[in-house]
T-cell receptor, first 110, second 117 residues
């Protein structure tokens, strides 16, 4: 079983749609959680850190369920510029190495 | 967020030569940096953890004599790919760790695309 699993997609959605990405992690001792976005041939950029209580940043909402070892990212009112690969990332020991999911590809169409 | 730079952004070299890649934290000090490699259509794979003033910690399967890491200051880590071969062609990305509230966040450099001919 992979340490961090994501649906690879691709997700093809029209502009304005709401899309949700799910992620599960295997190590129950994991301490911190993130969503990164990666554009083609570019480096990953931190989108959101995910807090236990859930957090929202504009059109983006992230949630964490420690009991189910599950992380989600919701994007509302999708824009063309949201097209990218979204990486679910887990840090088992704070400050230690990051464990990456394989990424979920999103394509937002006009 | 914190800014991390990498140089060069792209390099083409001949088989058997060595290539040095620099990773700098521009507006903060980074005691710990990480080096990753990414092949097309694959996720990032951690190669090593670079600690300022001490030896790097390599992931299983990564040859430390081939991928030399030096972290001589709080703002600079270097990765040298020695005796490069075509199979070393990849996207190399560094990241630096930054304290954020009660945990750490990692910020990535723009990456270096290495092509070995």
């Amino acid at each position: 079983r992979k340490e961090v699993e994501q649906d690879p997609g691709p997700f093809n959605v029209p502009e304005g749609a709401t899309v949700a990405f799910n992620c599960t992690y295997s190590n129950s001792a994991s301490q911190s959680f993130f969503w990164y976005r990666q554009d083609c041939r570019k480096e990953p950029k931190l989108l959101m850190s995910v807090y236990s209580s859930g957090n929202e940043d504009g059109r983006f909402t992230a949630q964490l369920n420690r009991a189910s070892q599950y992380i989600s990212l919701l994007i509302r009112d999708s824009k063309l510029s949201d097209s990218a690969t979204y990486l679910c990332v887990v840090n088992v020991f704070s400050g230690g190495k990051l464990i990456f999911g394989q990424g979920t590809e999103l394509s937002v169409k006009p | 967020g914190a800014v991390v730079s990498q140089h060069p952004s792209r390099v083409i070299c001949k088989s058997g030569t060595s290539v040095k890649i620099e990773c700098r934290s521009l507006d903060f000090q980074a005691t710990t940096m990480f080096w990753y490699r990414q092949f097309p259509k694959q996720s990032l794979m951690l190669m090593a953890t670079s600690n300022e003033g001490s030896k790097a910690t390599y992931e299983q399967g990564v040859e430390k004599d081939k991928f030399l890491i030096n972290h001589a200051s709080l703002t600079l880590s270097t990765l040298t790919v020695t005796s490069a071969h075509p199979e070393d062609s990849s996207f190399y990305i560094c990241s630096a760790r930054v304290r954020a509230n009660n945990y750490y966040e990692q910020y990535f450099g723009p990456g270096t695309r290495l092509t070995v001919t």
